[in-house]
């Protein structure tokens, strides 16, 4: 329990520390009137307390990430604490941070156009294709995983009831005002997943579970396929929302519309990374020592086909009694189902921006949004499994192309780029090398994979750098300070 209690203790240190530093480095002006205030609208832009901000914030980047992302993280043992620390702290926490507080300046605009903002137009076309595609997987995947598992659980509707329902709720969600539906119920069921959360630190407390320690003989690859399966690349993409993910940067301008001051900021955007660091870290450590350790989970997980929801269930009826079985059904089904409804809500506000098109009309919500349930739900009869690798590497390509954007804004803007420039740098050799060796890439050796991974993140980190001027995706944009 050692290892896990630092590791919770770093976080929060890093918080007030680290997030104090990069807040200075953007430089907030609270006295700066916000988007909430200057495009109130009714719909979108709509100020909303702190506090309601940031739990809706917590549950929009949430999901399911923290929960499976974390189960199948600890396949590879104590290792995954070190990831989802420093990767909250000096990747996620930045990445979600400088997309949330660019979009403040940029008038609440979507994450693709302040990327093309910075990046060039051809970097904005890409994004808006990009993300737009991003969102409608995430909002298939999570529509058709939490009605599986609700058609599981009862006689008399069936999947296709089940997928109407949830798809149902999609567009209300979606289209109606964001202080109708999301302002009202997410505070609530942001509340739930954190009690949740730390209702299994405290069994794993109370119970002696064997939490595994991060020691040198431990720092190892402990995956049951650990050949086909290196730390590197492949923890750092199953480890997304946990440590770092592109889908936060699509929610955050979405709370950026809601802000009434700058300096709400590092405890909205930072502080929902690091609380998701900290769910990501229990999940970790719980399923590291529920079974009786790593080697246990590998062959529970082995043996129901990895599917990381039977051993979330187990887990919650197993370690919090009675109350498990409802706390399991809402981490495994409301928590999907409320970072897809905000998925086709940042789809639409995406589609909407680069439209140019009025939000306030009903009419023009419908425009944009039945075309994008209509692709969600024919996404739904694909194979499951093959959507979800795709997310996988799409969600972690989204986000390495946010940190050159906020590297970008540094470089331009004469602040400490490094901050961003790092992390950038690791999560373009993560992206690359991954897909490079993945079966659904292209299925290349390891060590090669690895190489062309990281000589094309240190290119790239050079030519940004040494050579801003020249670079094509580093335009002259007139600064946003």
């Not at 990046?119 to 909002?139: D, P, S």
């Not at 949004?369 to 996404?379: D, K, M, N, R, T």
Request: with cysteine; proline share 4%.
């Amino acid at each position: 329990m050692i290892t896990l209690s630092i590791s919770i203790i770093v976080l929060v240190v890093g918080y007030w520390i680290y997030g104090k530093i990069i807040e200075r480095v953007f430089d907030i002006k609270p006295e700066r009137a916000t988007p909430a205030h200057t495009k109130a609208d009714g719909v979108d832009f709509v100020k909303l307390p702190a506090w309601k901000i940031f739990l809706i914030q917590f549950l929009n980047i949430a999901g399911l990430g923290p929960i499976f992302g974390a189960v199948a993280g600890a396949l590879w043992g104590p290792v995954a604490f070190l990831w989802i620390v420093l990767g909250s702290l000096f990747a996620g926490g930045v990445h979600d941070y400088f997309s949330g507080m660019m979009s403040i300046r940029h008038g609440g605009e979507s994450i693709s156009e302040v990327s093309g903002f910075y990046l060039g137009n051809w970097i904005r076309q890409f994004m808006r294709g990009f993300t737009v595609i991003l969102m409608i997987m995430v909002g298939a995947v999570f529509l058709i995983g939490p009605a599986k598992i609700l058609a599981g659980m009862t006689d008399g509707l069936g999947l296709g009831a089940w997928v109407a329902i949830i798809l149902v709720y999609y567009i209300l969600s979606t289209i109606l005002p964001i202080d109708k539906v999301i302002g009202r119920f997410y505070p609530v069921f942001g509340f739930a997943l954190l009690f949740m959360a730390f209702g299994l630190l405290i069994a794993m407390f109370t119970q002696n579970l064997p939490v595994p320690e991060l020691t040198f003989s431990s720092f190892s690859n402990l995956h049951y396929r650990s050949e086909s399966f290196p730390v590197f690349p492949m923890l750092f993409v199953t480890i997304a929302c946990g440590a770092i993910s592109g889908f936060h940067s699509t929610q955050s301008p979405i709370m950026a519309r809601c802000m009434g001051n700058e300096r709400q900021g590092r405890g909205i955007f930072y502080g929902a990374m690091i609380t998701e660091g900290v769910v990501a870290l229990i999940w970790a450590a719980i399923s590291m020592s529920f079974f009786g350790g790593v080697r246990e989970l590998n062959v529970e997980m082995l043996g129901n086909g990895d599917n990381a929801a039977l051993v979330v269930n187990e887990i919650s009826n197993g370690a919090l009694g009675t109350i498990g079985g409802f706390l399991a059904i809402l981490g495994v089904v409301a928590a999907p189902i409320t970072s897809g409804d905000t998925s086709f809500r940042s789809a639409r506000i995406i589609i909407a921006d680069f439209m140019k098109s009025n939000q306030k009309s009903v009419r023009n919500r419908l425009l944009i949004s039945i075309p994008l349930f209509a692709v969600g739900y024919l996404l739904t009869l694909v194979n499951f499994g093959v959507i979800w690798r795709y997310f996988a590497w799409t969600n972690q390509t989204l986000a390495t192309v946010v940190l050159w954007t906020v590297t970008v804004y540094l470089i331009k803007n004469a602040k400490f780029y490094w901050i961003a420039l790092i992390p950038a740098v690791f999560m373009t050799a993560v992206v690359v090398s991954y897909i490079l060796l993945a079966p659904e890439g292209f299925s290349f050796p390891v060590n090669i994979s690895i190489f062309i991974g990281v000589g094309v993140a240190l290119i790239l980190g050079v030519l940004v750098t040494v050579w801003p001027a020249r670079a094509a995706w580093v335009a002259d944009p007139p600064m946003v300070k």
